[in-house]
C-alpha cells in the first residue's frame, strides 16, 4: 500500500470513530434514560428518577386533598393510589366519588410518620413543598422518593400538572387539563380587560370561621389563590396591600366597614355558607355595609369542597366570581352547565354521576 | 394618684372615638353625628370592649398585688396557682369537644381556673415540709405545669386546619370578639370582687407579717388569705375566661405601682388596678387600630410591658425631701 492509500485508509478510521462518537453522544441520553427509567422535576426543582413509572403512590402532609384531587385528574390514579392521610376538610370525602377502589386504599392518620409510610412500600410519596422539614426529609433519608408539588397559584398548577403527567407517563392527559384550565382563564382575561382600571370593582374576600361561639373574619394572604382570582376576574382586592402574615389574618369588623367595598365574598370551610351569610344578613351592623343594602354580599359556592380553595375547583370558582362582578360581561355563560363540565371532563363524572354525587352537595350563591 | 385616675377617664373616652372606622385613627364628632354606622360601632363594638379591657386590667393588677403580697414574693401573678393554665385548658376542652357555644368556653375556663386553684390548695396541704405559703408555691407550680401539658395535648391532638388556628388565637389573648353578653357575663363577679379586694386592701399589710404577729393582731391569716385570694382568682378567672390569656399585666403592674405609690397597699392596691385599666385600655387600643390585621393582646401587653418594666426599673427613683 503506497504512502498515499495508507493515509486515506487512516482518515477514513478517523471519520468512522467521529461518526460513531457522534453517535453514541446522541444515543447516550436516552441510553441513561432508559436505564433510569422516568424522571421527574417536582415544585423545588429537584430532579427525581425512577427506574419505572410508580404503581404505588401514597400522599401524605398538609394540603393533601389538593394534591390527591389533582392526582385523580388523571384516570391512572385509582389504580397506582395505594395510600392517603385522613382528610378532615370538606363536607364529605370526594376520594369515594372518584375511586372505584377507595375501600382498599389505607388511611392514615393526620400527621404520619416517615416510619409508617415507609411501612406501606412506596414507589413515591407525594405531598406539599413545605412539608420537605417536617417529613419529606425522613423519607428521602429512608430511600423513599419523595415529589413535592404546590397547586398554589394558576402558573404552578401548569407546572405541577406536567410532574403528574410526567410521572403517570400520561403526558397527553396533562396537556388536555392544561388546556382546559388555559381556555377558562383565558375566557375571563379577555371579558374583563375592557374594564377600565378604576372601573373594576373593590372586593373583600372573607373567611368565616366559628368557634367556641365567637365568629372571625380572616383574610388571605396576597400571594394565595383567592387574591389571584379576584385579580383575574376584574376586580381590586383591598386586602392586597395589607402586611399579613403566611396564613389568614383576622381583621375586625370596623375595618371591615373601613374599607366600603362594592363586593363582599363570604366563604366558610366548617360552617354551612348559606347559615353564614343569613347570619351576617340579620345582623344590624352588617347590614349597614353598603355592599350589604346593595345586595352585594355573595357566598362562595361549595361542594364536596370549597371553590375558592387551591383546589383544581378554583377555575369554578374564578368563572363565577368573574360572573358576580360582571354580570353583564358573563351574561351568557350558563354556570352550572360549566359545573357539569368540569366534572365531566376533569372527573370523568357522567351526568347520572354528576346529578347522584354533586348536585346535591351545592351550596352558595348559584343560580 | 388623682391624676392617673383623670388620665385613665380620658384615655377611656379617646378610646371610643379611635378605631379603623371609617379610616385609622380618630373619629371626628361631625362625622358620628353624620355617620349611624359609626354611632353603632361606638355603642355596640367599641363601649363594650372597651369596658371589658378596663376591668381585664383592674383585675389582673388588683389580683396580682394580692398575689404578690401575701406570696411575699415579686415574681408570683393572678395565673400563678394554677388559674391561667387551668381556664386554658378548660376553653381548650370546650374549643375543641364541647361545641360551638361561647357560654360553655366561658364557663370551662372559669370552672377549670378555679380547680386550678383548688388543687393547689389541696396538694399544699399534703406536702410536708415547709411553711404555708412555700407549700402553696410549690403545689401551684406544679398544677400550672400539669394544666400546661394537658394545654399541649390539646394543640397536639387538634385539627391543625380549624381548631388549632382558634386554640392558638385564645391562647394569645385578645378582645376582638367582645360584645355586650360579656360584658353582662363578668360583671356580676368582677365587680363584687374587686369591691372586696379594695375594701380589704388594708388587711393586706397586715397579712404580710407572720402568723404569730398576725394572730396577736386579732387577725385570722387563714381566713383573710381565703377571702383575699378568692377574690383575686374569682376575678382573674372570669376574665381569662373572656380575653383568652393576656400575661404580664399581673406581674408588671404591681411593681409599677409600688413604685409609684409604695408599698402601703391602702394606696397601691387602687393604683394597680388604675394603672392595669390604663395600660390594658391601652394595649388593646393598639391591637384592634395599629393594623388592618387584629394583634393578639397578650403579645403587645408581653412586649409592651416588658420594655417598660425595664425602663422604669433601670432609671432612678427620685430621692424625696422629709
Known amino acids: ?367 | 394618684m388623682i391624676l392617673l385616675t383623670l388620665g385613665l377617664v380620658v384615655v377611656c373616652a379617646l378610646s371610643l372615638f379611635l378605631g379603623r372606622y371609617p379610616s385609622a385613627g380618630f373619629v371626628s364628632p361631625t362625622a358620628l353625628r353624620e355617620d349611624e354606622l359609626a354611632r353603632n360601632l361606638i355603642v355596640n363594638l367599641r363601649l363594650p370592649r372597651l369596658l371589658i379591657s378596663l376591668l381585664l386590667g383592674m383585675s389582673l393588677g388588683a389580683a396580682g398585688q394580692v398575689f404578690q403580697m401575701l406570696f411575699a414574693n415579686p415574681l408570683v401573678e393572678p395565673g400563678f396557682l394554677g388559674v391561667s393554665q387551668g381556664a386554658a385548658f378548660g376553653a381548650g376542652l370546650a374549643v375543641l369537644y364541647l361545641g360551638n357555644s361561647a357560654w360553655v368556653v366561658q364557663a370551662m375556663a372559669a370552672l377549670c381556673a378555679f380547680c386550678g386553684l383548688l388543687l393547689s390548695y389541696v396538694l399544699a396541704h399534703r406536702i410536708r415540709f415547709g411553711g404555708w405559703i412555700l407549700r402553696l408555691v410549690l403545689a401551684g407550680i406544679s398544677v400550672s405545669a400539669l394544666f400546661t401539658a394537658g394545654v399541649g395535648v390539646l394543640k397536639y391532638v387538634a385539627d391543625p386546619l380549624h381548631e388549632l388556628p382558634e386554640l392558638t388565637f385564645w391562647l394569645l389573648g385578645g378582645l376582638w370578639n367582645v360584645s355586650w353578653r360579656h360584658v353582662y357575663s363578668t360583671l356580676p363577679v368582677v365587680v363584687p370582687s374587686l369591691i372586696i379586694l379594695c375594701s380589704l386592701r388594708w388587711r393586706l399589710n397586715v397579712l404580710t407579717l407572720s402568723d404569730e404577729v398576725i394572730h396577736s393582731l386579732g387577725v385570722s391569716p387563714g381566713r383573710e388569705r381565703a377571702v383575699l385570694l378568692g377574690a383575686a382568682v374569682a376575678a382573674t378567672a372570669v376574665m381569662i375566661s373572656v380575653s383568652g390569656l393576656v400575661g404580664w399585666i399581673g406581674l408588671i403592674v404591681p411593681h409599677l405601682a409600688r413604685r409609684f405609690f409604695g408599698v402601703d397597699t391602702r394606696i397601691s392596691l387602687p393604683g394597680s388596678m388604675v394603672i392595669g385599666g390604663l395600660f390594658t385600655v391601652i394595649c388593646d387600643d393598639i391591637a384592634r387600630t395599629a393594623m388592618a390585621g387584629e394583634i393578639p393582646l397578650g403579645i403587645l401587653t408581653s412586649m409592651l410591658g416588658a420594655a417598660f418594666f425595664l425602663l422604669l426599673m433601670s432609671t432612678r427613683r427620685r430621692a424625696t425631701v422629709q
Open chain 1, 1 to 367: 500500500m503506497s504512502h498515499i492509500e495508507k493515509k486515506g485508509a487512516h482518515m477514513k478510521n478517523i471519520r468512522t470513530v467521529y461518526k460513531i462518537m457522534v453517535l453514541v453522544l446522541f444515543l447516550l441520553p436516552g441510553m441513561a434514560s432508559s436505564l433510569c427509567g422516568l424522571e421527574v422535576t417536582d415544585a423545588l426543582g429537584r430532579e427525581v428518577s425512577f427506574e419505572q413509572q410508580p404503581q404505588r403512590i401514597v400522599i401524605a402532609g398538609r394540603g393533601l386533598l389538593i394534591v390527591a384531587d389533582a392526582l385523580y385528574l388523571f384516570p391512572e390514579a385509582p389504580s397506582v393510589v395505594v395510600a392517603f392521610e385522613k382528610i378532615t376538610l370538606g363536607k364529605g370525602n370526594f376520594l369515594t366519588v372518584v375511586d372505584p377502589h377507595y375501600a382498599m386504599k389505607t388511611v392514615l392518620p393526620i400527621d404520619v410518620g416517615a416510619e409508617r409510610i415507609a411501612s406501606l412500600r412506596p414507589d413515591v410519596v407525594l405531598m406539599k413543598s413545605y412539608m420537605q422539614r417536617k417529613l419529606g426529609s425522613s423519607l428521602e433519608l429512608l430511600g423513599i422518593p419523595v415529589l413535592y408539588l404546590d397547586f398554589e397559584t394558576p402558573d404552578q398548577y401548569e407546572r405541577d400538572i406536567r410532574a403528574l403527567g410526567h410521572l403517570l407517563e400520561n403526558d397527553e392527559r396533562s396537556e388536555e387539563i392544561i388546556a382546559f384550565y388555559r381556555g377558562r382563564i383565558r375566557r375571563v382575561r379577555e371579558r374583563v380587560k375592557s374594564v377600565a382600571e378604576q372601573e373594576k370593582p373593590r372586593v373583600l374576600f372573607l373567611y368565616y370561621s366559628e368557634r367556641g361561639g365567637s365568629r372571625a373574619f380572616n383574610i388571605p394572604p396576597a400571594d394565595w389563590m383567592q387574591t389571584i382570582v379576584v385579580e383575574i376576574a376584574g376586580g381590586i382586592p383591598v386586602w392586597k396591600d395589607i402586611k399579613t402574615g403566611q396564613g389568614w389574618t383576622r381583621v375586625s369588623f370596623e375595618q371591615i366597614a373601613a374599607w366600603d367595598v362594592d363586593h363582599i365574598f363570604v366563604t366558610s370551610y366548617f360552617t354551612d355558607i348559606d347559615e353564614v351569610k343569613d347570619r351576617l344578613l340579620e345582623d344590624p351592623l352588617w347590614t349597614s355595609l353598603r355592599a350589604v343594602r346593595e345586595d352585594q354580599i355573595h357566598a362562595f359556592p361549595t361542594d364536596y369542597y370549597n371553590w375558592d380553595l387551591p383546589d383544581p375547583r378554583w377555575i369554578l370558582g374564578l368563572t363565577w366570581l368573574a360572573s358576580r362582578l360582571h354580570p353583564e360581561e358573563f351574561s351568557d355563560v350558563d354556570l352550572m352547565a360549566e359545573v357539569r363540565t368540569f366534572f365531566r371532563e376533569l372527573y370523568f363524572l357522567d351526568e347520572a354521576g354528576y346529578n347522584r354525587y354533586i348536585k346535591n352537595m351545592l351550596h352558595g350563591d348559584l343560580p
